[in-house]
């Protein structure tokens, strides 16, 4: 590979970040200042080469460090990597959290999605950009969803330098986002994770039990509340045992597939080529989801301990944790945790004194819905654009690095610690017969407790929704999120299970109940929707790429219509819609349509 | 003496195309089945000389128990699958990919996609007058050859050409995302200032005319572009050892193009610089 370089050089930050990540420069083939050595020695090729995946984190430290990514600084960093720049010219404008333009250091994501929209956000956003013009040193960014739907609307501030600073709004006020974006380390402390737990300390909780009654920062606390007996049990029953367990358990993916987790965990441990990963799920981005937020940040510790059970079953001695960019607390708070168990014999060489090697790798994300999608996120960390790759072959083969890899949300991962302490039979008899185990739901909108909820499986909308403290004057309710369904009001006694919904024709998702009363026009939150998916698409296929611009081209003309002056617009998206879910690479494409026609089908929104 | 390399002897499988029963070797894509059982498929990303990116959707045909089409080109035909290539449903998303294409990329210089829009009955226009375009300027940066990205369908056949498919030299990316992808080098800069080596190999595989040589393009702005009235003659390039076998497009006894042909065991359709663009010679006639 003979790289080819412009003249730009890197700013003396720009190369400190770099050099933070990276230990400084070996020779001048990875942009030091030449010296003899360098004449006799060529120094990178295919070792340099491997260290790809650490494009995106280079991309981020310099983001970090001075707001956005400069030619030298791209040249440099890929100097240092033996990357093209070209190609990573290509993955940093792929992300929506970085900038190849210089920009002031410090942006103010404001989000503009459903939850947010529905409370306010566009008033929100004007007042900010009002507030927040030209020379006032922040660029205000509309959003899609920041995972902070029960106290929408919300704003997040990220500030460059050395450390980036962040603070979030959230309910945010003009001022409050203002003052946030402009002083983020006198921003008011976010409140505890708890406060999104309406539940919060209901001993009958399984998932959400720790959260508000643990210090997340506190290994102690976490064990003194029964952690780490999961993984023990694990240790006792080894990965045929666990994988056992877990297969008899019921559970299936709860980031919205609903894959048999026993499943996917047997056929990885038992691909013969190696080394396996673990992967986690954790770039939660779908509209109206913040469950695994809450989780991460609550009880960060429950996710390393079961990342570490799901690795010891599978094989795998590497875990990478894909956490999405805009999830800055749990961020600090996973750190935490993980530097905590690895200095406690919990991560590392000897897990447990057990003989078994294990570690977690945080990578994060930088503003890509589509990195949700497991093999987009597979590329999006080994250092190439977050687009999905075709199946078969299937990441239990061939995943991260080519090798069979496990990948799992977060809240499937978190099922697996009550599952191995309580036993697969008492688990199974929590939920129904197909739907087994408790399942989080993301409750936002028009009621007046939003937060998580924990249930077992078989509860009916209209009981969590009860739960929720629904307002008068429902109109809709999304379920699943924007690749979700909208369902109406007089359908609330669906059964929240994966075959109760598949039977109401509608889809459980991640778990999102976004309730919104008739204040709210449908035919905006369809427009966000179709925005959303435009802005999210990857552009790798063409019924995705083109069909959700002419899907939000549709919707935008029929905004102010109903009736007969909306129906050939209709009859397009209809036809557009069909093609995008039989015809697309990834689900992203597939679910394009579906809230959309949910909404004209079953709400009649146009009608 | 030429030797022929025979390969791996692999096993026949057995599966049905539109209910007709089909053998073809393991590891082959249905496309590869379709196209031996003599059923035209439309494809548009799909390289003879490249794996499938399967990116264009065009291709895409129904297997008995999957939810979803799938491409053609990329999927490895396996034992007892049914295919079906020509119902209702397939035919129905190549056409809106037809008319999602047509209606944001200009399409006049992509081979046989206007009969592929007359037999699926495609209308591009239906989008209304408003619909959004790729509106690209054409990149006229050096004296070799054009970015047309108004015509690019984003197949990535040039970036994989470029990169470590054929030529390792990673000039071009997709960069932006969604319906902002563009191909660019990095910064966006002009080629001149990129790593590219002007072997022309994205040229030989781009199926839409985006890329094309600068003496095509000029003479298509001219009007002076007849494909009828040229001849191709394939020799071999006398620059160097190798013995790459040029194809020499002439018009009016003038060199207009060369490509490779893509069979060929030396080139696979690759050329570098002297190959591809140092023809001005033959043409000295003082």
Not at chain 2, 67 to 72: E, I, K, S
């Amino acid at each position: 590979m003979d790289l080819h370089f412009g003249d730009s050089k890197p700013t003396d930050d720009e190369r400190a970040a770099v050099d933070a990540l990276l230990g400084p420069p070996e020779s001048s083939w990875e942009g030091a200042d030449r010296s003899d050595a360098d004449l006799r020695w060529a120094r990178g090729g295919r070792e340099a080469r491997d260290r790809r995946d650490l494009l995106l984190p280079g991309l981020h430290a310099i983001n970090d460090q001075v707001g956005w990514i400069s030619e030298g600084a791209l040249d440099y960093l890929c100097r240092r990597l033996t990357v093209p720049p070209a190609e990573a010219y290509g993955v940093a404008t792929f992300y929506a959290m970085f900038s190849v333009k210089p920009r002031p250091a410090t942006v103010l994501h404001v989000c503009t999605d459903l939850a947010c929209a529905a409370a306010g956000a566009s008033e929100l956003c004007a007042g900010i950009e009002a507030r927040l013009g030209l020379g006032s040193g922040v660029s205000v960014e509309r959003s899609p969803c920041l995972g902070l739907c029960e106290r929408a609307p919300a704003a997040l501030a990220i500030r460059a330098g050395d450390p980036v600073r962040t603070a979030v709004s959230a309910p945010a006020t003009v001022h409050d986002a203002v003052l946030a974006a402009s002083a983020p380390d006198s921003a008011p402390e976010e409140p505890s994770a708890a406060m999104a737990v309406p539940q919060a300390g209901d001993p009958s909780l399984a998932l959400l039990r720790r959260v508000g009654v643990v210090d997340p920062s506190s290994l102690d606390d976490y064990r003194a509340h029964g952690g780490y007996t999961a993984l023990r049990r694990a240790f006792e029953l080894g990965p045929a045992g666990v994988i056992r367990e877990v297969t008899d358990s019921g559970l299936v993916g709860r980031g919205g597939a609903a894959f048999p987790t026993g499943r996917k965990w047997q056929a990885t441990a038992s691909q013969p080529d190696h080394p396996h990963y673990l992967v986690c799920n954790a770039d939660e981005s779908e509209p109206g989801t913040f469950k695994d937020r809450v989780i991460m940040e609550g009880d960060p510790f429950a996710l390393v301990e079961a990342m570490t059970i799901a690795a010891y079953a599978t094989g795998a001695h590497k875990g990478y944790l894909y956490l999405r960019g805009e999830y800055p607390r749990a961020l600090r708070r996973l750190e935490h945790a993980i530097a905590q168990a690895r200095a406690r014999g919990l991560l590392g060489d000897d897990v447990l004194g057990q003989g078994y090697a294990f570690d977690i790798e945080i990578r994060r994300g930088a503003g890509a819905y589509i990195c949700g999608e497991e093999t987009a996120l597979f590329n999006s960390i080994e250092g190439y654009r977050g687009e999905p790759r075709s199946k078969p072959p299937f990441p239990v083969e061939k995943g991260l690095f080519g090798k069979p890899t496990v990948e799992n949300n977060v809240e499937t991962l978190v099922n697996v610690l009550p599952i191995l302490t309580m036993g697969a039979p008492a688990y199974a008899a929590i939920g129904t017969a197909k739907s087994t185990g408790p399942k989080l739901f993301c409750v936002s909108g028009s009621v007046e407790r939003p937060g998580i909820y924990e249930l077992p499986f078989g509860a009916t909308l209209g009981e969590l929704l009860e739960l929720a403290g629904v307002r008068e004057r429902l109109r809709a309710v999304l379920l699943g999120g924007a690749a979700g369904g909208f369902v109406r009001p007089d359908e609330l006694d669906i059964p929240l299970t994966f075959e109760g919904t598949r039977e109401a024709g509608t889809t459980l998702g991640s778990g999102v109940v976004m309730a919104f009363d008739d204040t709210v026009p449908l035919p905006r939150l369809l427009l966000r929707i179709a925005e959303f998916f435009r802005d999210e698409s990857c552009g790798q296929c063409v019924p995705c790429r083109v069909g959700t611009v002419r899907q939000e081209e549709a919707l935008h003309r029929i905004v102010q219509r109903t009736g007969a002056a909306a129906a050939d617009d209709i009859a397009l998206l209809r036809e557009v819609g069909r093609a995008m879910r039989d015809a697309s690479i990834c689900g992203l494409g597939q679910t394009a349509w579906n809230a959309v026609e949910s909404a004209i089908d079953r709400l009649g929104a146009y009608e | 003496m030429t030797v022929i390399p025979l390969g791996i002897p692999r096993r026949l499988l057995e599966f049905t195309i539109d209910g007709e029963p089909v053998r073809t070797t393991e590891g082959s894509t249905i496309l590869d089945a379709c196209r031996a059982a003599g059923k035209d498929i439309p494809t548009l990303c799909e390289g003879d000389t490249l794996r499938p990116k399967n990116a264009c959707r065009v291709c895409v045909v129904e297997v008995e128990g999957s939810r979803t089409l799938v491409p053609a080109c990329s999927r490895k035909a396996e034992p007892g699958m049914e295919v079906k290539t020509d119902t209702e449903r397939a035919r129905h998303s190549r056409r809106i990919v037809l008319e999602l294409l047509a209606s944001s990329v200009d399409l006049s210089t992509t081979p046989k996609v206007a009969e592929w829009i007359k037999e699926y009955e495609a209308k591009p226009d239906r989008f209304g007058p408003d619909a959004a375009r790729l509106n690209e300027e054409p990149k006229i940066d050096n004296d070799l050859y054009v970015r047309d990205y108004d015509k690019c369908i984003l197949c990535y056949k040039c970036v994989d050409a470029c990169g470590d498919q054929w030529q390792n030299s990673f000039a071009i990316s997709v960069a932006g995302r969604g319906f902002d992808a563009r191909i660019a080098v990095e910064q966006d800069a002009p080629l001149t200032e990129s790593a590219c080596v002007y072997c022309g190999n994205c040229i030989e595989v781009c199926p839409t005319g985006a890329l094309s040589f600068k003496s095509e393009f000029d003479m298509r702005a001219a009007g002076t572009w007849d494909e009828s009235a040229q001849t191709e003659t394939t020799t071999v390039c006398a620059y160097c050892g190798v013995g790459c076998n040029l194809t020499l497009h002439v018009q009016d006894n003038e060199i207009v193009k060369v490509t490779s042909p893509h069979d060929n065991p030396v080139t696979h359709g690759n050329l570098c610089i002297k190959g591809r663009f140092g023809y001005q010679h033959v043409q000295n006639r003082d």
